[in-house]
Structure formats: C-alpha cells, structure tokens
C-alpha cells in the first residue's frame, strides 16, 4: 500500500525474553527502527557501536537510536549521518519521553522533512515531556 511500516522494540528485557533474531526476522525491511540504546545493543547483540549500526543497517532503511539526556543518532542505508544533542533540561520523570520522541518524529518524517530536522523536533518533544511526571500531554 506505500505506507512506510516503523518497528519501537520496546524494552530490551522483550527483545532479550523473545529473541534478537526472531524479531529481527519480523521487522526486516521496515522503513525506520526506532530503538533506545539498551534496545539497539539487545537487536545487534553487541555494545560495540559500529557493529551495533551495521547490524540494524542490515534490517533497515534508516535507524534512530535515543540515548535519552545525550540526544539521538540516526542512520540511513544510503549512507546519511546525523546526530542531535539533547537540551539540558531539569527531568521531573522520563515516563513518556521516548514516545513523545518518536511521535514528533514520525510526524516530521512522514511529513517529509529532512532527518535533521526530525531529529530536532523529537529530541525536543522528549526532552520537553520529562518536565512533567507521568506520561502528559505536551502543552
């Protein structure tokens, strides 16, 4: 149908109780893999950063990974590099930041912005939802 599918492992504990090569069988060739950096070591099955990427890199096309108050890093199969720092921010609670991250993300890429630009966006979002505690709306 042309609509991009996008995998959010979770939580490492689901990869490592369900199994990194399972999951990676039922998500390869997703268009974008959007895993913390506990996620993304559990995926590859190594801390090793640039074995890590080359894994994820082999399952899909562009891949986000979220290091909370160290902001983002993305890759993309054709080759694309970006990162983005998180803003200092006094967190009251993180419960809810990663979703916040990948929600304005997702809308910024399907809207068809350029990855920086997303990545800005959703590291903002998440940085902006730890001021609250619990997961709240973003005013």
């Not at 913390?36 to 096309?61: H, I, K």
């Amino acid at each position: 149908a042309g609509i991009p599918l996008s995998f959010d492992p979770g939580s490492a504990a689901f990869v490592a109780e369900v199994g990194a090569t399972r999951i990676l069988s039922w998500t390869r060739g997703a268009a974008l893999c959007c895993p913390n950096l506990a996620e993304a070591t559990a995926l590859a099955g190594t801390d090793q950063a640039e074995a890590r990427w080359g894994r994820l890199m082999e399952n899909y096309d562009l891949t986000v990974i979220t290091s909370g108050a160290a902001g983002a890093q993305a890759r993309s199969r054709a080759g694309g590099t970006w990162g983005t720092a998180a803003p200092a921010v006094a967190a009251l609670d993180t419960t809810g930041a990663g979703d916040a991250f990948l929600a304005a993300f997702l809308a910024a890429w399907l809207a068809g912005r350029p990855v920086p630009d997303c990545l800005d966006g959703a590291v903002a979002a998440g940085a902006r939802a730890t001021a609250t505690t619990g997961g709240q709306p973003i005013r």
